[in-house]
């Protein structure tokens, strides 16, 4: 008996069948590829008929009165490629740039029948519209395995709409500032941050945190866990190590040579990061703590007076401030002044007059989306770069953050 040779399963018609197989499967192929693109015609040309009307709808569109009456411009529509995703080519309106548009981007993309789009600067007043059938943020990813070994080089932030990754020099002289409501990712972001730092020799990573998850265990047995104060027992060890880290400040500040205004962080002079892990709520329960006697400074006093000057006066001499808060008011920053001081900014999940309030009002088209964010999805901002909306990376449960700071951070002597 002949051994059956092993066919593939539905049978494959792309090979043999003779001339006549070939010449009728290329009449089917070249009919559908001609249906195909009589659809994707009638598609672009549909793109072209809506587009009007969806630029006036979101606003980006200019009326000009002239001796026919007045008449509608709307950025001009070049070329269109109907693909995954579908890019139009479109001219601006003299005057507009391309955020007049991203900045209507959702409005725009649910106007021509897409869930988003990404505007790709193309070349003078031109621009790429990429319209996208889902929020290209939709998926998480893991944060590999990765440490630095000293301040100066980039942590991940995260990637953008883009797909490209975003990173951030703990050297840069900027106080972080981090907000978004229960379960949006705040604490994995900070998780993320902390366990890409903990290894890096000219680095302490500092602060106060009530909840004790983020700072304290994690860190036991390493050089940062004396500085470090955690939860809620004695709210004064909180005060305390907040004026330590003030001393160190005043020391290196008063020891500055003449003509030189900075630091360059070192293992001898190493940076701090001082996390505070949930500011509005330790600025609370310090502020239930019973009264004290007349001229004793309050813990609360104590506390905020520290990490004013932390955030106004560290900067130049290794002081990094990340603050963690549900909703980044001013009251609970420790006052407009100190919430002035960050100037990398990310918002995750909050309602629209929270993301306003930390991103100013260049967000607020973005506010109703962001409010009903997914987790580790935030909108970020920085001095010098438009706002950007960015996926975080995931650590994974709470035991692999342990693990990772375990591993990595420097013991002590
Ligand atoms: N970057 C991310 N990618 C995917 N899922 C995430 C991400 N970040 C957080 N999550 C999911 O959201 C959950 C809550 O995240 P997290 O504990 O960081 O929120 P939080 O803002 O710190 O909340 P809380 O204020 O209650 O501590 C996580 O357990 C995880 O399931």
């Known amino acids: 008996m002949t051994a059956t040779a092993l066919l593939p399963f539905p049978p494959d018609r792309s090979r043999g069948g003779g001339w006549f197989g070939r010449t009728r499967r290329s009449w089917a192929d070249r009919r559908a590829d001609r249906e195909h693109e009589q659809e994707c015609w009638a598609f672009a040309e549909h793109l072209r008929f809506v587009w009007r009307d969806a630029c006036e709808g979101v606003g980006v569109s200019r009326t000009t009165d002239t001796a026919t009456g007045p008449t509608v411009r709307t950025p001009r529509v070049g070329r269109i490629v109907v693909d995954r995703p579908t890019t139009v080519l479109v001219e601006l309106l003299p005057g507009q740039e391309p955020q007049d548009l991203s900045r209507v981007g959702d409005r725009l993309a649910h106007s021509l029948g897409f869930e988003t789009l990404r505007v790709v600067p193309h070349g003078g007043r031109w621009v790429r519209v990429e319209l996208l059938d889902q929020d290209p943020l939709t998926e998480p990813f893991a944060l590999p395995r990765i440490t630095v070994g000293t301040c100066q080089d980039p942590v991940l932030l995260g990637r953008d709409e883009f797909g490209d990754a975003l990173g951030h020099t703990f050297a840069d002289a900027a106080h972080v500032a981090l907000q978004g409501q229960n379960g949006a990712g705040k604490s994995q972001f900070a998780y993320g941050l902390l366990a890409q730092l903990a290894a890096a020799d000219d680095v302490r990573i500092a602060g106060s945190d009530i909840t004790g998850l983020l700072l304290g265990c994690p860190y036991d047995g390493t050089v940062h866990?004396?500085?470090?104060?955690?939860?809620?027992a004695d709210l004064e060890e909180h005060a305390a190590l907040?004026?330590?880290?003030v001393g160190v400040m005043d020391e290196r500040l008063a020891a500055l040579p003449d003509r030189v205004d900075k630091i360059e962080p070192s293992p001898a002079v190493p940076l701090f990061v001082v996390v505070v892990e949930e500011?509005?709520?330790?600025l609370r329960a310090a502020g239930a703590m019973p009264k004290l006697g007349r001229g004793e400074r309050s813990v609360l006093d104590r506390i905020r007076a520290a990490n004013l000057r932390l955030l106004s006066e560290g900067r130049k001499v290794g002081f990094?401030?990340?603050?963690?808060?549900?909703?980044?008011e001013a009251e609970a920053m420790g006052g407009g002044y100190a919430r002035d001081q960050y100037a990398l900014r990310l918002s995750f999940r909050v309602p629209g007059d929270s993301l306003e309030m930390l991103?100013?009002?260049?967000?607020?088209?973005?506010a109703e989306r962001h409010a009903t964010a997914e987790p580790g999805v935030a909108v970020l901002s920085a001095p010098g770069r438009d706002v950007v909306r960015v996926r975080v990376p995931y650590l994974g449960a709470y035991a692999e953050?342990?693990?990772r700071i375990a591993m990595t951070a420097r013991k002590e002597p």
């Open 401 to 403: 953050y342990c693990d």
């Open 225 to 232: 866990r004396p500085w470090q104060a955690t939860g809620t």
């Open 242 to 245: 907040l004026e330590r880290l």
């Open 279 to 282: 500011f509005p709520g330790l």
């Open 359 to 366: 991103h100013g009002p260049a967000v607020r088209e973005l």
């Open 320 to 328: 990094r401030v990340i603050t963690l808060a549900q909703r980044a």
